[in-house]
């Protein structure tokens, strides 16, 4: 029965969102949309979270519910937003962000995919490009500022300004749609479609009981009392029984991630010191590693590398927390050997490549430096620190053109110009006459100097890690 309400209940409402003609040629539109946004959040620098773990995670359960969808016009894409408010928003084009806050609160990954299923529900349908053609700033300029300031107000100021000033509210039969079909995909994906209803459920008695703490998921995708009913009579009817979710360890180890790159130490340790504080004997070791996974993505490496060394002593598999705090307190040796056994677990965890060229850098092992950093950022180019960190391994392996070239690519990630200029220019003093390097460099420079491509102030930054403990 389960199987065939789904096939009806998506088959239906696909029927139903059968688009005009006027939607179904802006496919190029949208899809032009979402790939610029994601050019500019990735451009603004430390908006989007670049750790592999957490976004492999939310990647993992998006493409299973994009599986769901059979065949599509556009590539779907999951993010992370490092912001700790509860938000999660679908850009046109098939481009699905989760903040971190939302990852922090979700109670299991069924819960997780409900409300990816939502988002992606709403790009399958187009329903913001539906809605903004009703209005009268409708334009993709304006859609793209909606979008930009959901990462940053800053970032879509420009673009806001040419739409009027309009909002993303989505219309009452838009969410109604989104729904039916988030919890159709869930369940098709292999997920209790309960789930999602559990943690609105939640979310929405807090907001009645503080109605002043409205959370930014609720501004853009308004929840009433109806909607509610409407969705719990649809999972009703099925008499679809919500069982007890629990927790998985890898959503568990996501959110003291997520936490640390969206929180303050203040908001953020007492749980995890709480729950270590009351674990029994059993649960001890597992407590240890999450607040030491907590600790390293905060940056406080010496409380780090103590309590991940307890829970490793206890058989945890900690390698790529304590491979990377043994690394920042000095110890090369203990973080070889921890590094390298991660990456033979993951070899594509573009985190721990990195980390592996930054302890070669400062073994004297440059060129093992530069082959660590290179495939680092090959997996995931978008990340100024590392640049640099490159940029210093071939200038000590004695290619000095080439290092210029990739301090000035950190310095355009970094949205600092007049750097990117300075470097892009030293770079081409340096480099052989014969060397291919030169035409690419020739081309960024004069990017940069025309002003092409996305940019805004260095200034306009993400949420820190936890602050320093005085």
Avoid at 37 to 52: T, V
Avoid at 218 to 241: C, D, I
Avoid at 257 to 278: F, G, K, M, N, W
Avoid at 407 to 432: D, G, M, N, W
Wanted: glycine share 8%; with cysteine; hydrophobic share 40%.
């Amino acid at each position: 029965m389960k199987q065939l309400f789904l096939r009806v209940c998506v088959g239906l409402l696909t029927a139903a969102l059968s688009l005009p003609t006027s939607v179904s040629a802006s496919v190029s539109e949208e899809k032009k949309l979402g790939e610029e946004f994601m050019e500019q959040a990735r451009m603004a620098g430390g908006f989007l979270s670049d750790d592999y773990e957490i976004s492999g995670l939310v990647r993992e359960i998006g493409e299973r519910l994009v599986a769901a969808l059979g065949e599509q016009p556009f590539d779907y894409e999951f993010s992370v937003v490092r912001d700790a408010s509860i938000n999660a928003f679908a850009v046109p084009g098939g481009k699905v962000f989760v903040n971190a806050g939302l990852i922090a609160r979700v109670g299991s990954e069924d819960e997780l995919a409900g409300l990816l299923g939502h988002e992606i529900a709403h790009a399958h349908a187009h329903h913001a490009v539906r809605q903004q053609e009703k209005s009268t700033a409708a334009n993709y300029a304006s859609l793209l500022g909606l979008f930009l300031s959901a990462v940053s107000p800053v970032l879509g100021q420009a673009a806001l300004a040419a739409g009027q000033g309009v909002q993303l509210k989505y219309q009452r039969d838009m969410e109604r749609e989104a729904d039916f079909l988030g919890i159709g995909f869930a369940a098709e994906a292999g997920y209790d479609p309960n789930a999602m209803l559990k943690l609105l459920r939640i979310i929405y008695e807090e907001q009645k009981l503080n109605p002043t703490m409205i959370p930014p998921y609720f501004l853009s995708h308004p929840l009433t009392g109806e909607r509610m009913a409407n969705l719990e009579a649809a999972l009703g009817k099925l008499e679809w029984e919500a069982g007890e979710l629990s927790s998985s360890w890898r959503l568990r180890r996501a959110a003291a991630i997520a936490r640390a790159s969206s929180q303050t130490r203040h908001a953020a340790v007492p749980d995890y010191e709480r729950r270590l504080a009351t674990a029994s004997k059993a649960t001890r070791p597992g407590e240890l590693e999450l607040i030491g996974v907590l600790m390293t993505h905060g940056e406080d490496f010496v409380l780090a590398k103590q309590y991940l060394t307890e829970a490793a002593e206890a058989g945890r598999k900690v390698d790529r927390e304590l491979g990377r705090a043994l690394l920042r307190t000095g110890d090369l040796d203990g973080a070889r050997t921890r590094l390298r056994r991660a990456l033979a677990a993951s070899p594509k965890d573009w985190n721990v490549l990195s980390d592996i060229g930054v302890l070669e850098y400062q073994s004297g092992n440059y060129e093992a430096s530069v082959e660590m950093l290179s495939r680092s950022l090959e997996l995931y180019p978008y990340r100024p620190e590392v640049e640099r960190d490159l940029g210093r391994a071939h200038e000590k392996a004695g290619r000095t053109g080439r290092g210029y070239y990739h301090f000035a690519k950190a310095s355009e990630l970094e949205q600092s110009r007049h750097h990117a200029v300075t470097y892009y220019r030293k770079a081409l003093e340096a480099l052989e006459p014969g060397d291919p390097l030169r035409a690419t460099v020739k081309k960024r420079l004069d990017a940069v100097l025309e002003g092409a491509g996305p940019g805004s102030p260095r200034s306009m930054r993400g949420a820190r890690p936890l602050a320093p403990r005085h």
